[in-house]
């Protein structure tokens, strides 16, 4: 099984470390023909804007739209943006991928970013996790076959449905990679490996 | 209990803005074309570099209502600048809500033996350097995010190259040096010895390291970046050439694919006039801006 990082950009090298350091076979991806190769891919944080407008500039927007739809992805803060069905005042288009709306720079400007404990729900296990919000969107509906995995205070903060896993915060921050893990699992039990 | 202001959320954003391109912009319309060209945040400016080495005097923190125009126009970060030692004018810009200051040698320094003291402050600093003491100095102030000064408004990469050989040059250095090694060496560069022993062991900056001052091309951009900028800063290259919106794009492109270079071909072509540049003899040495600050 291998991994691809999406690396037009933004903290993909974090996600990248993590999964190598978890003895994972992992690629950054910047083209369509690096995308082939991949049975999972991560759609880092960073600026949303950017990542559209440089995914579709190469060529590369359609196929991760053909790819999500049969292979599991996970998105964190701008990942989840691209990956959401609804983003009100974006003025660009989303992957469309999971039915969630999401509204953008949620808790305000940088000064507002913030480092707090979440509490997440993994395989039915309640987890404290520390959630590291950066000029974070917050999730502001969900769909009926969504599912919700983490609040923080009244927020939810993680979602999964079939294929896509996301959230409002950035694990690639922490040390901890319980969250790599569990897409890791799902991934598994998706391609059967 | 929310922590902000942190370390940790400070150097959070500039990994975000990692991959990418920061453009400075002097109008709402010039923030709204890049952030279209996929920029990945404005640095909100009354003048750019180039104009300020023509008007002369003191350069000082944009007017408020610059600012304030162009974070309304865009929802990528707005960054600006402040003077070397000016720690009101950074005060200022932080009740104006900007994501990022850059104490800049761009502006007149306001303090010839101080800089600010980042760590007060919750807004992130990104601070200049030609060196690797510098560079040391300045994440021991406070810095989130370091960037290589190069010659700002030259639309030439001379310096900017030697900068950022200097501190890739010296964090290899210091990772080939023995412990017993590492006080000397903090000796020698001017920098605290455990932010010396953190670069030996992580083999890079505590902070991410972008670069600055005269990138004027896509292949500028990528020359950047193969020599260690995780990120571009352009000034002047972009508004002052004679295609803005196409030449912002190209160089995008550049920084994400700096090593696919038939797309940088491909990218560069019909780009029109790049900025005029300025050769380094032409520029007077006290009205140099990279000597300003230590």
Redesign the interface.
Same mark, same amino acid.
């Given at each position: 099984m291998r991994i691809g990082v999406l +690396? $037009? &950009?933004?903290?993909? +090298?974090?996600h990248h470390s993590m999964l190598l350091q978890m003895g994972l076979k992992t690629r950054l991806v910047?083209t369509d023909a690096d995308l082939a190769g991949c049975d999972a891919l991560i759609i880092p *944080? *960073?600026?949303s804007?950017?990542m559209t407008? $440089?995914m579709q500039?190469?060529g590369l927007w359609q196929p991760v739209i053909e790819f999500g739809r049969q292979k599991p992805i996970m998105g964190t803060? +701008?990942g989840l943006i691209l990956l959401a069905t609804e983003v009100p005042?974006h003025g660009l288009p989303t992957l469309g991928l999971l039915d969630v709306a999401v509204i953008?720079?949620a808790y305000?400007? &940088? $000064?507002?970013?913030? $480092?707090?404990q979440v509490t997440l729900d993994l395989n039915g296990k309640l987890n404290k996790y520390t959630g590291?919000f950066?000029?974070a969107p917050k999730i502001s509906r969900s769909g009926a076959n969504v599912k919700i995995l983490g609040y923080h205070q009244q927020d939810i903060v993680m979602v999964e449905t079939e294929h896509i896993l996301a959230c409002t915060f950035?694990p690639e921050?922490t040390e901890d990679d319980a969250i790599h893990r569990y897409f890791h699992t799902k991934t598994s039990k998706l391609i059967g490996c | /209990?929310?922590? #902000? =202001?942190?370390m940790?959320?400070k150097v959070?954003?500039a990994? /975000?803005? #990692?991959? =990418?391109v920061i453009m400075d912009v002097t109008t709402p319309d010039q923030a709204k074309i890049a952030?279209?060209? =996929?920029? %990945?945040?404005v640095m909100a400016l009354e003048r750019i570099p180039a104009d300020i080495r023509i008007h002369g005097g003191v350069a000082r923190m944009s007017d408020p209502t610059v600012i304030q125009a162009i974070q309304k126009t865009v929802?990528?970060?707005v960054m600006a600048k402040c003077r070397i030692g000016h720690f009101a004018e950074a005060q200022v810009l932080?009740a104006l809500?900007?994501?990022?200051i850059d104490e800049s040698e761009v502006l007149t320094p306001a303090d010839e033996e101080y800089h600010i003291d980042k760590w007060k402050f919750? %807004?992130?600093f990104v601070c200049g350097c030609r060196d690797l003491g510098e560079a040391l100095r300045r994440i021991a102030e406070g810095a989130a995010l370091i960037r290589t000064k190069g010659e700002a408004g030259t639309g030439n990469i001379v310096e900017a190259v030697r900068h950022m050989r200097a501190v890739q040059g010296g964090i290899r250095r210091i990772h080939s040096l023995s412990d017993e090694e590492l006080v000397t060496e903090s000796k020698r560069l001017g920098a605290p010895a455990e932010i010396v022993r953190e670069v030996k062991k992580l083999g890079r900056l505590p902070v991410p390291n972008f670069s600055a001052g005269g990138v004027a091309t896509p292949a500028d951009a990528s020359l950047m970046v193969q020599l260690g900028a995780e990120s571009v800063f352009v000034g002047s290259g972009i508004f002052k050439s004679s295609d803005p919106q196409k030449r912002a794009?190209a160089i %995008?492109?550049a920084v994400?694919?700096h090593l696919?270079f038939n797309?940088i071909a491909r990218v560069s072509e019909g780009l029109g006039e790049a900025m005029p540049g300025l050769e380094l003899s032409a520029i007077p040495e006290n009205e140099r801006m990279a000597g300003r600050g230590w």
């Open positions: +690396a $037009v &950009q933004g903290d993909y +090298a974090k910047r *944080g *960073g600026e804007t950017t407008t $440089v500039k190469h803060c +701008a005042d953008r720079n305000g400007r &940088q $000064v507002d970013s913030f $480092v707090d590291v950066i000029r950035h921050l | /209990m929310k922590d #902000k =202001g942190s940790k959320v959070g954003l990994e /975000m803005l #990692k991959g =990418g952030e279209d060209a =996929g920029a %990945v945040a929802s990528i970060p932080e809500g900007v994501d990022f919750k %807004v992130p794009k %995008v492109s994400t694919h696919d797309l």
